[in-house]
């Protein structure tokens, strides 16, 4: 990101450069980035090729929720499923059991020794995303069903390691792929391992008693069908890694952030107890407006050190012209988190850590999140047709 920073200072808040035979538009200006993402989202919200596509037998019909193309009906129709599923009401219904996930996460470290909260962020972000797709949960660091689902999650991480995708950039390496093996390696282990333990919670959420998103999505994408749960697998795919190693990743951030700061702790801490005085107990998620210094708090950190640092990947659908330059088809359109959330006229004396700033934002992330470029709080969750599909989630 150093050399972005550089660029973007040398050439303005747009630049773009050949990565291999593909072209790479870089954006920086939240303006520009609406226009671009959002107002003209039915020419920018295809996505790259990839290298290594995961369809699980759906017959090349479901790419999931992140790699499908815009214009495939499929995805239109699973993305308003999803959207359905982790709506507000639905959300509501399921909030008095994460409840209990973040009392048990609190517990497990508040020690009042120096620990990596790291691995508990982990389980309890995996704990959240199998509650609400399959309706179970890991009971500790040492479950078999945890280490299975970090297993899946970090392994897959590590496919998206240049070397398995420089074949997108360089088609010449197209040639000798079969001779090296990376593909075949990615599609063994979403064939051999990702499929069968995906299948097996399909069962036990389709056997479960309570609502969740499997069953949900099941009921739209295969109209009910029992059996045949080959194009939920992409998406439950999707959701496992975007929902977990994000998550506490960006939660692990934002407790070292706090951690040295001592006068910020003591000020949510403060507010906190006003709360419990007044009501007898720690406030519920709904109950931010309680304490905004908190949320305050919260929005900074995602603001100091994004979710991602430029975003999941748009790509242009079709050949056209923006401010004068032509964008050709499937050029990769980059949105510069970093850069954005430093915009000094936005976010002034953008290097210091002030709650302050965000004292006066009551919105939830998800409204914020489908408002105009300058009236949103911050970026984390994307532009346009591709926002985060799980802005609701955050929200409750």
């Known amino acids: ?41 039915k020419l920018t919200s295809n996505r790259p090729e990839s290298a290594t596509r995961y369809d699980f037998d759906s017959n090349g019909h479901n790419r999931g929720i992140i790699l499908s193309q815009s214009n495939d009906k499929h995805w239109s129709v699973l993305r308003k499923s999803v959207l359905n599923a982790l709506g507000p009401r639905k959300l509501k219904e399921l909030s008095p059991v994460l409840c209990k996930e973040a009392d048990e996460f609190v517990n497990l470290v508040a020690t ?15 704990n959240f995303i199998l509650l609400t797709l399959f309706s179970i949960r890991t009971t500790s660091l040492e479950d078999p069903l945890y280490k299975r689902g970090i297993y899946i999650v970090n392994k897959t991480m590590s496919f998206t390691h240049f070397k398995y995708i420089a074949s997108q ?53 295969n109209q009910g069908k029992e059996g045949y749960y080959n194009n939920l697998l992409p998406t ?7 929902g977990t190693d994000t998550t506490a990743v960006t939660i692990s951030w934002g407790f070292l952030q706090i951690s040295t700061r001592p006068e910020i702790q003591k000020k949510i801490q403060q507010e906190i107890d006003v709360f419990v005085t007044q009501n007898g107990r720690v406030p ?27 975003g999941v990947t748009h790509a242009a659908v079709e050949d056209f012209e923006w401010r004068g330059s032509l964008i050709p088809k499937g050029t990769s359109i980059m949105a510069n988190m970093v850069e954005a959330h430093m915009d000094p006229e936005k976010y002034p004396d953008p290097e210091e850590f ?39 989630l955050v929200s409750i």
């Open 284 to 310: 519920y998620f709904w109950e931010r407006n309680e304490v905004p210094y908190l949320i305050a708090t919260q929005r900074e950190c995602l603001r100091l050190r994004p979710t991602t640092d430029l």
């Open 1 to 41: 990101m150093g050399k972005f920073h550089e660029w973007h200072k040398e050439l303005g808040p747009v630049f773009r450069f050949k990565m291999g035979v593909s072209t790479v538009l870089v954006v920086s200006d939240i303006s520009m980035t609406h226009e671009l993402l959002a107002t003209m989202g």
């Open 112 to 126: 009042g020794e120096n620990i990596d909260p790291l691995p508990q962020l982990m389980r309890v972000s995996l």
């Open 354 to 392: 002030r709650p302050e700033r965000f004292l006066d934002t009551h919105d939830t992330m998800a409204s914020s999140a489908n408002m105009r470029a300058e009236n949103r709080d911050q970026y984390n969750f994307g532009w346009g047709r591709r926002i985060c599909v799980g802005t609701h």
């Open 236 to 242: 439950i795919h999707d959701m496992i890694l975007a």
């Open 169 to 221: 950039f360089i088609p010449v390496l197209r040639v000798i792929e079969p001779i090296i093996g990376n593909r075949k390696k990615a599609i063994q282990f979403l064939k051999y391992e990702c499929k069968p333990f995906y299948l097996e919670l399909v069962e036990k959420a389709m056997n479960a008693k309570d609502h969740n998103m499997t069953k949900a999505v099941n009921e739209e994408m």
